[in-house]
């Protein structure tokens, strides 16, 4: 018997408060600072409703500020057309796309989607944002502002020894490219680049502000910092770098499992 086909998912991520914001930020500067107001739609005045473009653009160009509804089919990659400022938190919604639907081209059709009228059709978890590893990505993220100050102590304790044990674990680090090379690569593969791109922001924002607060020198903030993206890259990339002993290896290096503080232990 042949396996029906899963059925595609359209989703849309939205400002903490529901509304959408622009698909040219360039844009919405400039007409922002000629004093004209960028239109905008609430999803979460709509669940179960069908809303029509309020300024459609031509299709499918970004020719305006806020052009067409902008959706993804995978969750990974949405964060990926947020100014930093928006990229988290968000809201996400499954959304359908109705009528006449476009692309930019080949190269986006896998994941992207442009419409100018949609159903909303519920709000989904956030996390889905990050890909199907986004709820383990933000345990962790909540957990580094005690993680980080926990290793600050540690190095304040032992400077010295803390220091020859976080410089090994860097080169290691370097030399295998576990992060820009491992992580990242298969990130790409499984549609999770923007996913890691913001955990890795929020990691080393995090990180560094509990441990400079807890008054670590510039030097042991920058490799506290390293290991926190490292951790939650290990983290979101758990399931894609797996298979044979190299493999496993470059995963528990990113989890910090050289370092002295057990890193958590993903479900």
Same mark, same amino acid.
């Given at each position: 018997m042949a396996r029906s086909a899963r059925p595609v998912v359209h989703y849309m991520a939205t400002r903490p408060d529901g509304t959408v914001p622009p698909t040219c930020n360039h844009l919405a500067r400039y007409y922002s600072g000629l004093g004209e107001t960028i239109p905008t739609v609430n999803l979460a005045d709509h669940i179960g409703e069908t809303i029509d473009h309020p300024s459609p653009g031509q299709k499918w160009y970004t020719d305006k500020p806020f052009s067409y509804f902008h959706m993804y089919t995978r969750p990974? =990659?949405?964060? =990926? +057309? %947020? =100014?930093v400022e928006e990229r988290w938190p968000v809201r996400l919604w499954e959304v359908e796309p109705l009528g006449e639907t476009g692309n930019w081209g080949n190269d986006f059709a896998p994941y992207w989607l442009m419409s100018h009228q949609i159903r909303v059709? +519920? =709000?989904v978890e956030a996390w889905r944002a990050f890909g199907h590893r986004g709820m383990q990505v933000l345990a962790v993220l909540a957990q580094l502002p005690d993680l980080a100050r926990q290793w600050a102590e540690e190095w304040a304790a032992d400077p010295e020894g803390t220091r020859r044990t976080y410089k090994a674990w860097e080169t290691r680090v370097d030399d295998t490219r !576990? %992060? $820009?090379?491992? &992580?990242y690569c298969r990130a790409q593969y499984s549609r999770r680049e923007a996913g890691l791109q913001v955990a890795n922001e929020l990691a080393g924002d995090a990180a560094a502000? !509990? &441990? $400079? !607060?807890a008054g670590a020198d510039p030097h042991a903030v920058a490799l506290i910092q390293l290991r926190a993206r490292c951790l939650v890259a290990g983290q979101l990339m758990f399931d894609r770098i797996r298979n044979g002993e190299y493999e496993q290896s470059i995963r528990a290096l990113l989890l910090g499992a050289a370092l002295d503080t057990p890193a958590p232990v993903p479900a």
């Open positions: 990974g =990659e949405i964060l =990926e +057309r %947020l =100014e059709v +519920r =709000e !576990a %992060l $820009t090379s491992w &992580a502000q !509990a &441990a $400079t !607060a």
